[in-house]
């Protein structure tokens, strides 16, 4: 026979003295009516939610067209973002650099103001370009434009002055030009086959320089009309006039006729220039010797 153990022999003769019922009773182990029920609903739903989650995962996917470079018409790429077609923005739009393709112009469209702002390292406002309905409007310290090639200025603005740098300004309204304060420039010209026209229609018309003003007329004439009187005068100098033929017209005739009442008076062709004490001019009839002194009554009343 085999040993028993010690412990063997205490569990066996428990056993013996423990009561015994006649009609044991059995009680079942898990979930059992409404509480199985709701179980069964539960995972149900839970299971419906997810399918509902991954199908509108899925449309959501596609309608916004994700792919591994970007979403949409957005792109990823190692120089920064990149767009495609018409895109719309509802907040302000922070970047460093906006180019277009290409092949393709850039847009940038509002249906009031397009604003473009600049800020320093304070966030401070240094410089505002606003293009609006009725005006384009820039604030800066100084506004330039400059030529694709070369970098020339071709206009540049600040507060104290204007710079054009153009090799021409033309300007072409009806008008013309519009100063309210002086000009300075080295040429004024006329475009080839057109007249040059500087004009004051209510009141003076003024040029000066320290060192002298020329007027040329090459293959013209020089005209200077004027409604009352045209004063020539040289302060320190003298008037030189240099001409193969010098006329003066419309200048007074004076009375003088030396030959006897009875005989025909002749047709008189020449006439001695005569001068005024006050530097009137007038004409007198030539005779032998000079005639100023007997016409000289026409500086009473002229």
């Known amino acids: 026979m085999k040993q028993m153990t010690r412990e063997q022999y205490i569990l066996a003769t428990q056993q013996n003295h423990l009561p015994r019922t006649e009609n044991p009773q059995f009680y079942p182990v898990g979930i059992y009516g409404w509480r199985k029920r709701c179980l ?44 495609e077609g018409i895109s719309e923005f509802l907040l ?48 800066c310290k100084k506004f330039e434009v400059r030529a694709s090639e070369g970098g020339r200025v071709l206009f540049s603005a600040n507060e104290e002055e204007i710079t054009i740098g153009a090799d021409r300004l033309k300007v072409t309204g009806t008008e013309g030009a519009v100063f309210g304060h002086s000009v300075e420039t080295p040429h004024i010209r006329a475009e080839p086959s057109q007249d040059l026209k500087l004009e004051s229609p209510t009141r003076s018309l003024i040029m000066e320089a320290p060192r002298g003003i020329q007027v040329s007329a090459a293959a013209g004439d020089f005209k200077a009309t004027c409604r009352k009187e045209l004063h020539l ?64 009554s026409i500086c009473l009343w002229h």
């Open 92 to 139: 302000p739009l922070y970047v460093k650099e906006i180019r277009s393709r290409k092949d393709s112009p850039l847009v940038l469209q509002s249906d009031r103001n397009v604003t473009l702002n600049a800020r320093n390292a304070l966030g401070q406002l240094t410089g505002q370009l606003t293009v609006g309905a009725d005006a384009v409007e820039a604030q």
């Open 40 to 83: 069964y609903f539960f995972v149900l739903l839970l299971l419906v939610t997810a399918i509902v989650n991954l199908a509108m995962t899925i449309w959501i996917l596609k309608v916004m067209n994700f792919t591994v470079d970007g979403m949409g018409n957005l792109r990823v790429t190692k120089e920064g973002i990149r767009l």
């Open 233 to 296: 005068k040289s302060t320190e100098g003298e008037i030189f006039l240099n001409a193969d033929t010098i006329r003066l017209g419309n200048l007074p005739v004076g009375s003088f006729s030396a030959a006897p009442p009875s005989s025909p008076a002749p047709q008189q062709t020449v006439y001695e220039l005569c001068a005024c004490p006050n530097g009137k001019l007038y004409l007198s009839p030539a005779g032998v010797g000079s005639t100023c002194h007997s016409s000289s």
